[in-house]
């Protein structure tokens, strides 16, 4: 595949994962947030079996099967379960950009891990990330500490679990890097995520399925978005231009706001849009922060 070519297909990752908090949003509705979760992943794993193929775990490093899948099933399920325990399509969106804070989050612990030089800017990047988390709980109400207790407290439980899943997935990032030698487990890493939320889903009382032709639709279109978007973004930062690619998907927090509020039939108002211009500006500062002449090396181990 031509380098040109293979960005495109790295861009169109980017669009389908933008996709996914109104997804998973919508699929939660109709299959509850567990039985919709597991769906979503087990619909998912089986696309990836067709292309990505399933891997040779025995060749995987240990550390990196054993490290990678629990850092992976824990982000999944936080992430998943995050959006489906939220109260209406609005606190959905504001919990996704919770998430988001795993950028900056990532940048920051890559250089600490790595010993990645850095500019004074990183600092000021997530510091402006997290100001704009705080932007968006606030709503109307700018930066009032009582507006933002009082939206996080409506619902500890799914921002507590998007909080979570940021900093776990800015571990899995940079830890698994090291210990993976070129592995790729995503098919299984997907196939287990399903399994663990099976689990749960038979562990416990669930809501009855919700059958209707939008859920179904919802549904298709989360799998192939989680499927198809982790195999388009291997195929882009394997052969296309990883710096590019690396830049622009700090820009989901955006595009994904504006997927998800037409996905969810959902007014935004002024200020969440400039809290999360404020997260992507920041986590893009952050990003900045690290380009060097080797800077190619820490695109990748962030994407």
Known sequence: MSPKRATLTGLLAIVLWSAIVGLIKSVSE???PIGG??????FSAVLLLFTVGFPSVRTFPRRYLIVGSLLFVSYEVCLSLSLGFTHSGRQAIEVGM???????????????????????????GLLLAVAGICRVLGGEHAFSPNEIGNNIMDNPLSYGLAFCGAAIWAVYCVVTKKMANGSNGIT?????????LWVKFLLS?????????????????????MGFGYAAWNTGILHGNVNLLAAVSYFIPILSSVLAAFLLNSHLALSFWQGAAMVSLGSLLCWWSTRTPASGKIAREIA
């Not at 979760?37 to 087990?42: H, K, R, V």
């Not at 299984?188 to 663990?196: D, K, S, V």
């Not at 009382?205 to 978005?225: D, H, N, Y």
């Open 188 to 196: 299984l890493f997907f196939i287990l995520t399903a399994l663990t």
């Open 98 to 124: 919770v998430n988001y804070l795993w950028p900056g989050m990532t940048i920051v612990l890559a250089a600490i891990v790595n010993r990645q030089k850095t500019s004074p800017l990183i600092i000021p």
């Open 205 to 225: 009382p669930q809501p009855a399925f919700t059958v209707s032709p939008q859920a179904v639709i919802s549904l298709a279109l989360a799998a192939m978005a």
């Open 30 to 32: 109709g299959f509850g």
């Open 37 to 42: 979760a597991a769906l979503i992943y087990s």
